[in-house]
Nanobody, 129 residues
Framework: QVKLVESGGGSVQSGGSLRLSCEVS?????????????MGWFRQAPGGEREGVAV???????NYADSVKGRFTISQDNAKNTLYLQMNRLKPEDAAMYYC??????????????????WGKGTLVTISS
């Protein structure tokens, strides 16, 4: 089965930067699917709702939450085994548990889709003022 493992969380000062990584393993393409996918980063602050942060689909199309546009960048390595989230100019509002998620039968923008097939266990990001 697919396994997602996040890393890179930690505590940073407001205005600082952090890079999250997500190692993806276990996926095997199937002839009965379109082999499309959507994967990316979601976050949830204590007492808050889960929100999509940044996602990328099998066409390479990226989508970002309005709150992080211009500050965060999602990317993949060439083998597509690792997903990254570069976070710059961090704000206190960015503090949350960040989750990597993937759906290998999804078509299109999944930034508002919270029923992804696979989820990592999360990596915590805290912001000091």
């Amino acid at each position: 089965q697919v396994k997602l493992v996040e890393s890179g969380g930690g505590s940073v000062q407001s205005g600082g930067s952090l890079r999250l990584s997500c190692e993806v393993s276990g996926y095997t393409s199937r002839p009965d699917t379109s082999n499309t996918y959507c994967m990316g980063w979601f976050r949830q602050a204590p007492g808050g709702e889960r929100e999509g942060v940044a996602v990328i689909d099998s066409d390479g199309t990226k989508n970002y939450a309005d709150s992080v546009k211009g500050r965060f960048t999602i990317s993949q390595d060439n083998a597509k085994n690792t997903l990254y989230l570069q976070m710059n100019r961090l704000k206190p509002e960015d503090a949350a548990m960040y989750y990597c998620a993937a759906d290998f039968s999804f078509y299109g923008n999944c930034i508002n889709y919270y029923n992804m097939d696979f989820w990592g266990k999360g990596t915590l990001v805290t912001i000091s003022s």
